[in-house]
């Protein structure tokens, strides 16, 4: 089937709800994919942080395909080894006590928020619902995870939200404070506001907000479904801080490449939802899990340590080249601040055009590229970032607004 004929069915029968990009992957291999016709990108997206062990990551594929032929789905209502060998390493690694398995970052949300309301309910009463979230941030697209999103944009004709999300301020500990009730039961966060423009929060503002969470019994959830498993250098993004979270939730790079959400909970939260209090039919599927345990095991502080050099470097060279302004984030979770002359849309798809596949977050690039990415696919990513740049900053200035003769 042609490109053409492609898009022209993709148009027809799938809900318009993506602007996609002028390109039909047809395969991958590490850190590279191609089109129909063969011709090569490299990937400095990882499908927005998920498959960041790169395309066939060779554990990953055979734990998959041999958990496949063994079991491939049976339910909750049974014991399964891959979901309790996943919880264990999880714990482990994050340093949280138990996990409850979803299937995506916004259900992974929900079900913290759940249990946050949960714990505010069981120990003050059913008046302690209240979450305080921050402007910018992103939290998923369920009716409930929106209303935890601070963005206006993303709320448009969604209405009625459910009740109970207050947003703070995130540069300004004070308005977080101040937005503090005796019905306030969490304060959720993303260290690195991630759809929100690659926005780190201040250490300070961290610091701040955990010391009113501990003061106040105000329980602490941190959203690393962009930020966890790695991407930033830690196997979690709190780590940098020091942070000890009630809930932390995860998703995008944990299921290296397929669909899956987990809330970990900390001391005080673990006991908090008991039998019948949530549920899922495909949460903690075995494939999946078997999967995600292949790339939980590989990160150890030597791949950690990788992540971080490969970031510093990626950051390096974009900060000596024409057109960048400035780089935000951590580890392999980067924004790009270009010059204002140029439109982060356009630059994607000439970049695209040109063989290196991106992301925008608001006005930034975005890069996520596979934590496994090695320096060759590097250099040839930002040769061709570099030359798109360079080219879009000496193409003539198209004149502005309509012009009538
Ligand atoms: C992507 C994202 C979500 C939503 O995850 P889905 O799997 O798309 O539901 C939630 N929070 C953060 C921080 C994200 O980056």
Partial sequence: M????LQKLDRQYIAGTYKRAELQVEKGSGALCSDLDGHEYVDFSSGIGVNSFGFGYE??????????DMLPHISNLYYTRPQVALAKALCERAGMERVFFANSGAEANEGAIKTARKYGADKYGPHRHEIITLENSFHGRTITTLAATGQETYHKNFGPF?????????????DVKAKVTENTCAIMIECIQGEGGVVPLEPEFIAGIREICAEKDILLITDEVQTGVGRT??????????????????????????????????????DTLGFGDHGSTFGG???????????????????????????????????????????????LMLGVDIDEKLVPGDVVAECIKNGLILLTAKNRLRMLPPLTIGYREIDRGLGIFGGVLSEMLDRPEEPEGETVD
Avoid at 237 to 252: E, N, R, S, Y
Avoid at 254 to 261: F, R, T
């Fill in 2 to 5: 042609y490109f053409s004929e």
């Fill in 162 to 174: 459910p009740q109970g999300f207050v947003y703070a301020n995130p540069v300004d500990i004070a």
């Fill in 285 to 331: 599927n075995p494939v999946v899990c078997a999967g995600a345990l292949e790339i939980v095991n590989a990160i150890d502080g030597k791949f950690l340590d990788a992540v971080t050099e490969k970031g510093n470097y990626i950051a390096e060279k974009l900060l000596s080249m024409r057109g960048v302004g400035g780089v935000t984030g951590k580890g």
């Fill in 59 to 68: 554990k990953w594929v055979d734990a998959v395909k041999k958990q496949l």
């Fill in 233 to 270: 250098g830690k196997f979690l993004c709190g780590q940098h801080f020091g942070l000890k979270p009630d809930i932390v939730t995860l998703a995008k790079g944990l299921g290296g490449g397929l669909p899956i959400g987990a809330v970990l909970f900390g001391e005080k939260t673990k």
